[in-house]
């Protein structure tokens, strides 16, 4: 049983990786075989050698969108928690708030970016806030569902003990909803991550900023296509990189009862 | 000992004779219950239940057994009318620490717990101090025969296990009362009579005061000492059938003719009571 387990993981690891040696074998050859020139197509080996000479500058624009990912991605957890309990406190709280968690999620980022960037000073904090505004609604409405999806039969059980609301709260409400709250912060991680590099395109035209959206820009500007190729697989890296923390975390804390993760690792 | 074909059949209402010395543990008071959509679930039900009795609720869907197995546990309110447990209402009962546990139809555990913590849920809200409530906890889970599976996880358990952990954790806080809503009817009949043979050993043991609400007429002739039979829409008392068998019931008394006699008048009832 076991051993079937770790075979059938070194299938889902060694499957794709091969697809993806494949795909790049394939790109490599078809340039040199045609050969596309570096300015509109530079081969996975021209990338590689970009990384390696640039990797100074190039990680430094990575630390600084990580940085404001992270950041938007914390603050969104925080207030997108604070704002879901708050709505399920009353349901006239929610009814008369909810709309306005709509509104700002089905507004484009790029449009309102620039006036973020006007409005705040600070590029960081702009930048920030940009990242946090795309990344809160997953967790606001992932977490207000998951607090009101608690079995009805529990709460029942709950009440038949004379239990509290705070203890409703810690023991049932916060439990019931870990799944649906891990679920928010999947999405949320990678947009917190978009919402970082969107912002830092808008504030890169704007002559600010130095994250890998402002690399990408700048290699742009200068046609050196190879460079941006490297940029955008770094924030690819970055983004899978959150989204395995994320999965990683919802392992370690529902390993053990929700079917979501007693199924990932059989 | 009467025979079965004797068995007091009685039609509504029923009055009961106030013989009992003790204090009745429920007593329905021209109870009725009326849904805010307007379904009409029980006519004015009068009931009383005494200490130390097994009265099981039967009858066809819809007939209101659930609903007034609710207003026992205070779930749910009378509409009109009214119910005393030992003569006091809920709220004075239940603080001068009377215990009123209810095993629902669903195991309702909590999947992110272990069997240990599940059952000692109850003690937990309550306050009992962390050691004297692991105590009663081993010994409740030692009781219904999970005593090694203590820190497994629902999952990991069959929906027989699952149930005796349900049972295990209504009977953690030492009910004076206790309500049971179709427990074994989602299990396979050799799974529900097992588990039938030892709720009569613990509720003999105990004494224990038991409302019962199932579909399985076996179920409720091995089980009860009361049958009350409901017909539907609105609930209502149908008939009521006496078992008087020794208790606690042996095995054998599934096999005994004096059972099949039960079944056959139960059955008869119930005929009666659904096409009434």
Not at chain 1, 225 to 249: D, S
Not at chain 2, 112 to 132: E, F, K, Q, T
Not at chain 2, 168 to 186: H, K, N
Request: charged residues 15%; positive net charge.
């Amino acid at each position: 049983m076991r051993l079937r387990a770790r075979s059938e993981t070194a299938v889902s690891i060694i499957a794709p990786a091969l697809v993806g040696i494949a795909l790049l074998l394939f790109w490599e050859l078809a340039c040199r075989a045609w050969s596309v020139p570096v300015f509109l197509l530079p081969k996975p080996t021209d990338i590689a050698a970009k990384l390696l000479t640039d990797w100074p500058t190039l990680l430094l624009a990575l630390g600084m969108t990580l940085r404001v990912a992270v950041q938007a991605f914390v603050a969104a957890v925080v207030l997108g928690t604070l704002i879901a309990f708050l709505f399920v406190q009353s349901r006239l709280i929610e009814k008369s708030l909810f709309p306005y968690a709509v509104l700002l999620q089905v507004t484009p980022i790029v449009a309102i970016a620039p006036l973020i960037i006007i409005f705040v000073k600070n590029t960081q904090a702009a930048l920030t806030l940009c990242a946090t505004v795309v990344a809160i609604f997953p967790i606001i409405s992932n977490t207000t569902l998951g607090l009101r999806s608690v079995d009805p039969g529990l709460i029942n059980l709950f009440r038949m003990n004379r239990a509290g609301r705070l203890q409703t709260l810690v023991r049932l409400r916060i439990p019931s909803a870990l799944p649906y709250f891990f679920g928010g912060l999947r999405i949320s991680s990678g947009l917190a991550l978009i919402g970082a590099v969107v912002g830092e395109f808008v504030a890169g035209t704007g002559g600010r900023g130095s994250g890998l959206a402002y690399e990408i820009l700048q290699s742009g500007f200068q046609l050196d296509i190879p460079r941006m190729f490297a940029a955008l697989f770094l924030i690819t890296v970055a983004g899978v990189g959150l989204f395995v923390v994320m999965v990683g975390l919802s392992r370690l804390t529902l390993g053990q009862w929700h079917e979501s993760e007693i199924g990932a690792d059989m | 000992m009467t025979s079965p074909s004797e068995a007091t059949v009685l039609a509504l209402p029923e009055p009961r004779p106030p013989v009992a010395v003790a204090a009745p543990a429920v007593e329905v008071l021209s109870a009725e219950k009326i849904f805010p959509d307007g379904t009409r679930a029980l006519a004015p039900i009068s009931l009383a239940i005494d200490q130390g009795e097994f009265v099981t609720l039967i009858g066809p869907s819809g007939c209101g057994k659930s609903t007034l197995l609710n207003l026992m546990s205070n779930l749910l309110e009378p509409s009109d009318g009214r119910l005393l447990w030992w003569r006091a209402g809920y709220g004075d009962v239940v603080s001068r620490g009377r215990q009123v546990a209810f095993v629902f139809q669903d195991p309702t555990l909590m999947p992110w717990a272990r069997l240990a913590a599940n059952v000692r849920l109850p003690l937990d809200l309550a306050g009992v101090p962390r050691a004297a409530a692991n105590a009663r906890v081993t010994a409740a889970l030692a009781r219904v025969g999970l005593g090694d599976f203590a820190h497994h996880y629902p999952r990991q358990l069959s929906g027989g296990m699952k149930m005796r952990a349900s049972i295990a954790r209504s009977l953690v806080i030492d009910p004076d009362l206790l309500l049971m809503d179709e427990p074994f009817g989602a299990l396979d009949e050799f799974t529900r009579n097992r588990l039938d043979d030892e709720l009569v050993k613990l509720c003999f043991e105990r004494k224990l005061t038991t409302v019962f609400v199932t579909h399985s007429i076996y179920e409720a002739v091995f089980l009860s000492s009361r049958i009350i039979v409901m017909a539907g829409a609105p609930g209502r008392i149908f008939a009521t059938l006496a078992i008087d068998e020794v208790q606690p019931r042996p095995e054998s008394f599934r096999n005994s003719a004096r059972f099949a006699e039960y079944c056959r008048t139960l059955s008869s009832l119930l005929a009666r009571a659904s096409g009434a």
